[in-house]
């Protein structure tokens, strides 16, 4: 079993009670809250590599238009 503590200034004054453990409902809440960003970092992160392979297709798909154009043009010198 894990204890979560946080800082409990008010008891600043008293030695023995520096911090007081979380309630199971405020850890619950956070790992909630950590798996909600994990997801939507996850859909930003997925939607980039989209665009990235969609650039890279475009980049090829240029590059071959670029390559039956010169060897047509070359085609038509010889």
Not at 31 to 59: D, Q
């Amino acid at each position: 079993m894990v204890e979560v503590y946080f800082s409990d200034s008010s008891n600043s004054d008293n030695p023995h009670r520096r911090s007081s453990p979380l309630s199971l409902a405020v850890i619950q809440e956070l790992e909630e809250t950590v798996v909600n960003r994990m997801h939507k970092v996850a859909i930003i992160m997925e939607k980039e590599t989209k665009f990235i392979k969609l650039g890279l297709e475009t980049l090829k798909l240029s590059w071959y238009d670029s390559a039956i154009g010169v060897s047509l043009c070359v085609r038509n010198i010889i």
